[in-house]
């Protein structure tokens, strides 16, 4: 039988790699995570898909929630180091951060080939304070408009 560390511990372990796993679903995957500059760049993870016909297109905003909070905790071994009771509350914090992390679009529907939209995103600064995390400075990325059908 368990004891109560041992559980909570498997229990946060499970919860990593659960929340890292289901949140890079459907994202495209970034090549390297940089951990060495101490910043996480929110724009490297996030990438815009347009689909339709040229002038009816749609655009659907993407963030790559895997690369994003490996890079936040420091790498994958740093991932594979939180799992004892101590590591929930920095565990908890990371999270606080990511959730708090909100993308906009300005235009996502209507679209032509060469048309730029703007992603802009905000978040809370003490959630990201609080877990140690120092996100890029930039609020809005643009993107242009490619690959609708005729």
């Known amino acids: ?6 559980h909570v511990s498997v229990i946060a ?17 970034r090549a390297a995570i940089d951990t060495e500059d101490g ?7 996030v990438t ?16 790559d929630y895997d690369g994003l909070e490996t890079e936040m905790v420091g790498g994958k071994e740093k991932i594979k180091e939180l799992d004892e009771v101590e590591d929930l ?15 906009s679009i300005d ?17 809370d600064s003490t959630a990201a304070e609080s877990a ?3 996100f890029g400075s930039e609020e809005s990325k643009t993107f242009e408009v ?3 059908k005729g």
């Open 132 to 134: 140690g995390v120092v």
């Open 13 to 29: 372990a499970l919860g990593v790699a659960v929340m890292l796993t289901l949140n890079g679903c459907g994202a495209e995957k």
């Open 1 to 6: 039988m368990f004891s109560f560390r041992k």
């Open 107 to 123: 235009q996502n529907e209507k679209l032509s080939n060469g048309d730029k939209v703007t992603v802009s995103v905000s978040y």
């Open 146 to 148: 490619k690959g609708l």
């Open 39 to 45: 910043v996480t760049d929110i724009f490297d993870y």
């Open 48 to 63: 815009v898909d347009f689909n339709g016909k040229n002038g009816e297109g749609t655009a659907y905003v993407n963030v």
């Open 89 to 103: 509350s920095a565990l908890t914090k990371y999270i606080n951060a990511v959730s708090s992390i909100s993308l």
